[in-house]
């Protein structure tokens, strides 16, 4: 019988990750803390920040700063506003930063291409590419003010056609963005 290696299993949590791997979830799937630096010692993980860690033979994805932006922010993070039409390419947006949003407050010591916002709790959050995200809808929405309409009804349309938005969400949101 062969025994699985630390090594291994803090592989196997960053190929659903990105790449990264955070000292709870390592410690969740029974690899020690300490571990962690160790391996950091011996080059098989890249120290990111404080409790985060990249494998570093993990092939890059354009997720990755967008992984990385939600994990230094902790549990709850989620993304918000022009980041999550980023994602997606919609609406013609690249905002400078990553729009990290949090429900709880919170104090981490961020990279200046994160930009996190406390926002109120019971907001719709969902899944996309395996990252937390404002709903689309609600993103477009989010952006009202800062992204010229036309953009936005165009970004609407796009997100439509991509199956990102329902046929009902997005005759409510060109209702209420042509308003």
Sequence with gaps: MTEVKYRDIVREI??????????????????????????????????????????????????DQVAEALL???????????????????????????????????RPKLPAFVEMTQVHAGAPTTIYEGLASQPVADALLECRGRIETKRLLSAAKEARAEGLLTTAEYRSLAKELAS
Excluded: M
């Design 14 to 63: 960053a190929l659903d990750n990105y790449g990264y791997v955070t000292t709870r979830e390592a410690g969740q799937a029974g690899v020690p803390p300490v571990e962690l630096p160790k391996l950091a010692a011996r080059g098989g993980l890249e120290n990111v920040a404080y409790g985060l860690y990249r494998v570093p033979d993990i092939p890059p994805t354009r997720f």
């Design 72 to 106: 230094r922010v902790g549990d709850g993070a989620y993304l918000h506003g022009e980041s999550v039409l980023a994602l997606f390419g919609l609406g013609d947006v690249n905002p400078r930063r990553i729009k990290v949003a949090i429900h709880k407050r919170a």
